[in-house]
């Protein structure tokens, strides 16, 4: 079976990780070493070279470069006609990947680890399988602008339309999609993520960071507005006076010349009275290995985001280290720590309150809680990369093969999934 991975966006973060995780964990698999399975990687651009720089040295993987199709807007925008330029502003600059045919050929199934910002003519085909990991945007309209909201909607029922098989990673998700959309509960398979990753290389030297060394609380989102900033800003109070706040992930290094969403949360991190360097610090974007060591060295890791896909890296990645970790109370955050069967400190997202009387009491008995995180290790019910890959490629097995689609009951014809399936769905 030839599988090609379609993906026009390598969106930085989870996204990436999560594509990079699971073609690592394929490849481990039995069928995909054989040589049974194989895998190419369909994309262009600066997203193409996302993906080589991600997997050329450790996943054996083709790489094909198709442009996208240009869209009528686009082709207006690239014509030197005199006074188009007005035209082009009118039109605004065109929402999402206009995804070639031929993009879609010459293989059995073709997968898109992103179904966001993709669009697909030929989606009603049910060779197709699409990753959908959030609805965010739905969930908050007000932080975008209406027409992106719109194209996202839109997006959104083509794809649940069509046959394509498509895959979410939480039952909340499906319960956003049956709230938002009307979804039927049975139209997407269910296949939680792992969080777990392979160890990082070492980092060649240490960033000399200035708050090496101290106790600092660590939160670690980029600057979407439903990772919820304000919320952690006004709640931690004089906690960041003895445990200074770091910020990791896109756009929060908060220099002078960042972003105007980095600006508005520098400015409210002033109004709050933190102090720049001081007890708050913005480190930006960091690779794996200097992330871990960031990790590793926290007092806590907060996270007070209102809405996640499938549940949270960071969390995850925290308990399994033995950090205390103080969670925003929400039910795929509930899902994801459930499945596990760990601990955290919860606290309500909407309340700088709540999150400040939680700290506080992390605080006042910190040696209790963090001998409670770090026992937990033992404990937890971790699901694995090769569990999602057996699952995932359970699911393109069915969409390759015609009588699988048709319901007819087989037993495990693939025979892959080590230990009980957690696919659920059509």
Not at 347 to 365: I, Y
Request: proline share 7%; net charge positive; charged share 25%.
């Amino acid at each position: 079976m030839k599988i090609r991975v379609v993906d026009y966006v390598a969106n930085l973060g989870g996204g990436a990780r999560f594509s990079k995780e699971l073609l690592l964990a394929m490849h481990e698999i039995p069928e995909v070493s054989s040589g049974r399975v194989r895998f190419e990687v369909v994309s262009h651009g600066l997203a193409l070279e996302r993906y080589r720089e991600m997997l050329s040295r450790e996943v054996p993987v083709n790489f094909v470069e198709i442009p996208p199709r240009r869209s009528w807007r686009e082709k207006m925008s690239a014509a030197g006609v005199r006074g188009v330029g007005r035209l082009n502003r009118l039109l605004g600059r065109p929402l999402g990947v206009r995804v070639p045919r031929e993009a879609l050929r010459d293989c059995d199934v073709a997968w898109f680890p992103w179904l966001n910002w993709h669009s697909v003519s030929t989606s009603r085909a049910p060779w197709i399988v699409a990753s959908l990991h959030d609805v965010i945007l739905l969930e908050f309209p007000d932080q975008r602008q209406p027409y992106k909201v719109d194209f996202v909607r839109n997006s959104l029922k083509a794809w649940l339309a069509s046959e394509t098989q498509i895959a979410v990673s939480s039952q909340a998700t499906v319960s956003s999609l049956a709230r938002l959309l009307g979804t039927p509960t049975g139209r997407v398979s269910v296949i939680p993520l792992s969080g777990q990753h392979g160890a990082p290389p070492a980092s060649s030297a240490p960033h000399p960071w200035g708050f090496a060394g101290r106790e600092y609380l660590l939160f670690p989102a980029n600057l979407s507005p439903h990772k919820n900033h304000e919320t952690l800003l006004a709640g931690v109070g004089t906690l960041v006076e003895r445990h200074p706040l770091v910020l990791t992930g896109n756009g929060t290094d908060l220099g002078s010349n960042g972003s105007p969403r980095g600006r508005r949360v520098r400015q409210r991190a002033e109004q709050a009275g933190m102090v720049l360097d001081r007890t708050i610090f913005g480190a930006g974007y960091v690779d794996d290995a200097e992330y871990f060591q960031i990790l590793d060295g926290a007092w806590a890791l907060v996270m007070p985001t209102l809405a996640e896909g499938g549940g949270s890296f960071p969390v995850w990645e925290a308990m399994e280290r033995g950090i205390p970790a103080v969670v925003s109370d929400i039910p795929v955050l509930r899902e994801m720590v459930e499945r596990l069967g760990g601990e955290v400190l919860w606290f309500d997202p909407r309340s700088a309150e709540s999150l400040g009387r939680v700290l506080a009491a992390l605080e006042g008995d910190y040696r209790r809680y963090r001998a409670r995180a770090q026992e937990q290790t033992k404990t937890m019910k971790p699901r694995t990369w090769g569990d999602v890959a057996a699952d995932y490629l359970r699911l393109m097995t069915r969409a390759e093969n015609p009588v699988l689609r048709g319901g007819v009951a087989l037993d495990d014809p693939i025979r892959l999934v080590r230990g009980s399936s957690a696919v659920s769905g059509p």
